[in-house]
Each structure stands twice: as structure tokens, then as C-alpha cells.
């Protein structure tokens, strides 16, 4: 199995433009989440969600959007980039049992 | 406020044995992950406790003071390939992640 897969791997992006980080996990966890990690601050938890069809907001989501429309699937979207927003993004999910999290390989933005 | 404290980096010695504190203060407790981070990769889980005691896994053991807000990873006959960052992540009472900002470990020869 693939586990969780993140696309794309790095991307340069200019400041004011939008883009979709895509996340697809194929072990039918219910929790999904998405991360950002900046050097020295550890992992930052940006949106989740628990179930299809449902979100949250973690700690720092301001200029980032989720949707849930499947169980396999949960992009995350920049509106309008700028260039806090650089970044290592990681998707991760959780099984429901033990609420371990597993991560995807994680995307690295550069926006200037 | 919800606080997760490690140290930023510790150096220890091949074949040696070195351990990572990890103090918390957070809203709920449903347990206590460390992870391990090479540099550019993912996070990969090693270890969660919800019980006081040590779980041990191998080289690696973990152990867990719910009443002191405390856990430390235990780290014996250190190789090369343990150079990493370690990260303690606190589940809190919604069950989501609560992260420190981890601990780089460096193995010298």
C-alpha cells in the first residue's frame, strides 16, 4: 500500500498567486490533518478533519482553506500566497484505534 | 496554554545510551507519542504511552509520569542512523496532536 501520498514534492510559487497541495491516503482512516513545519518550531497544526464531510481549524489557519469530500482525499489551498507561507507542508492521517498519525513524504513551498 | 518542552540538541557517542526529556502541560491527556525525523523526511512513529511506566521496544524504550508531566526516550547502543530529530507530541483531550518542537540528536563516532 501507498500509505499517504503528497503532491507536489516542492513547488516555487510568486506571491499573490493560489495553489493546491493535494493529499490522498489509501488505509480508510477517518482523521486527516495538515501541518506546516518551520525550522524551530516544530509541527504546527494548520486544518484537520475528522470525517468526509467535515472540518476544523487548527493553530494557524489563517490564509489556508480544507475540503473533505471523500475519506481518500483532503487538499489543502493558498487563496492568495505570501511569503510566511514558506514552508514544509505535511498531510498526515490517523487510525482511529490507537490515534497514531502517519505522514506523507511532505510538500516544500517557496514563495516569493 | 498548552506547552510541550524539549531540548533543542543533544550529542551523545556511538555505542552510548542518551536520553530525551520531554515535559508537557496541555487540556486532557490521551497519551504521549515520540516520533523520529531525519532530516528532508517524515515524521515515523517509535513509541506512545497512556499508562505510567516504561515501554520498552528494542533499543528504544519510553517511560511516562502522567503526574509529573513527564516522559523521556531511552536511546541504548546508539548508531549512526539514530541521528535524527525527535519529536514528543501530547494527544490532548480531542485527541489532536499537540507538538514540541523536537530535539536533534547528533551521534558522533
Known amino acids: 500500500t501507498a500509505g499517504i501520498t503528497q503532491a507536489p514534492t516542492s513547488q516555487i510559487l510568486a506571491a499573490g498567486r493560489s495553489m493546491t497541495l493535494r493529499c490522498t491516503q489509501d488505509m480508510r482512516h477517518n482523521a486527516m490533518y495538515w501541518y506546516r513545519q518551520d525550522l524551530g518550531l516544530g509541527l504546527r497544526l494548520i486544518h484537520y478533519?475528522?470525517?468526509?464531510?467535515?472540518?476544523g481549524k487548527g493553530e494557524v489557519p489563517d490564509g489556508y482553506s480544507v475540503s473533505r469530500a471523500n475519506t481518500d482525499d483532503f487538499p489543502l489551498t493558498l487563496a492568495s500566497a505570501v511569503p510566511s507561507q514558506t514552508s514544509v507542508y505535511f498531510c498526515?492521517?490517523?487510525?482511529?484505534?490507537?490515534?497514531?498519525?502517519?505522514f506523507g513524504p511532505g510538500t516544500r513551498l517557496t514563495v516569493l | 496554554g498548552q506547552n510541550i518542552d524539549q531540548p533543542t540538541e543533544m550529542t551523545a557517542t556511538e555505542g552510548a545510551i542518551v536520553q530525551i526529556n520531554c515535559t508537557y502541560q496541555?487540556?486532557?491527556?490521551?497519551?504521549l507519542f515520540w516520533y523520529q525525523q531525519h532530516a528532508g523526511e517524515a515524521p515515523t512513529f517509535l513509541s506512545y504511552n497512556v499508562l505510567d511506566g516504561l515501554e520498552e521496544k528494542g533499543r528504544f524504550s519510553s517511560f511516562l509520569s502522567r503526574s509529573k508531566g513527564y516522559s523521556y526516550l531511552l536511546l541504548k547502543e546508539l548508531q549512526m542512523k539514530d541521528s535524527a530529530s525527535y519529536l514528543c507530541?501530547?494527544?490532548?483531550?480531542?485527541?489532536?496532536?499537540?507538538w514540541g518542537a523536537g530535539t536533534k540528536l547528533i551521534i558522533k563516532p
Open positions: 507530541a501530547v494527544s490532548d483531550s480531542n485527541y489532536q496532536l499537540i
Open positions: 498526515a492521517s490517523s487510525d482511529s484505534a490507537t490515534h497514531e498519525q502517519f
Open positions: 496541555t487540556s486532557g491527556f490521551n497519551g
Open positions: 478533519s475528522n470525517t468526509a464531510g467535515t472540518t
